[in-house]
């Protein structure tokens, strides 16, 4: 049975480190332009750190998951429709490209914004695709349905935490600040009127 498990789960993790290749090639290719021509905040780029965040940590989730699993996976085999799939990839993403090239020439609309976005998202959806396959993803979720619920509820989980520590961290950062005023101000009160220089010479 585990020599049987081997060879079936081998194949998988070859796809699965495909993915993980093309996923950083477009977020390596795209994110560079969006993070310095400072539109990351401004057109809503900001959510997919927090979003690729979650998801590494619903892969690793569910890669410790199914090693408990003791059902055997069949994989598909490639076909030429997987293919089609990745000139799908190909495609959304050169649309994503054009859509962000406008943005940064500050040419601002809801057409530019969705393309996008859904050029991006779409891009990576149809690269998944290319990599397992139809057949293999309805096999994964027929064998593996509780490990991939648990495990995007855990990402879930975990991208609600980050964000609210990202919401946190300007609020405990000033009541941090103001506790450490305070302080200073009962130990050495003339010390917060001299000038800054004195204490922080450059």
Known sequence: MTRIRSLTINPLLRRVMVFIGIFVVITGVS???????HIMFRDGF????GIGKAL???AVA???L???NKQELRMGAWSRAQLWWAGASILLFAV???AVTALLHDNR???TLGFAHAGLLGSLVAAAVACFGIATIRELWRVYRRELLISVGLGALFYVFLTLVYALWRPLAAIVHRVEHT???EVNPQRLSQPRSKHFPC
């Open 96 to 98: 994503a490209w054009v």
């Open 62 to 64: 569910f890669i410790l």
């Open 56 to 58: 590494i940590f619903s």
């Open 183 to 185: 302080r200073i101000s």
């Open 66 to 68: 199914v090693r408990h």
């Open 109 to 111: 609309t809801a057409m």
């Open 46 to 49: 900001a959510l997919y750190g």
């Open 31 to 37: 994110g560079p332009r969006i993070i310095s021509g």
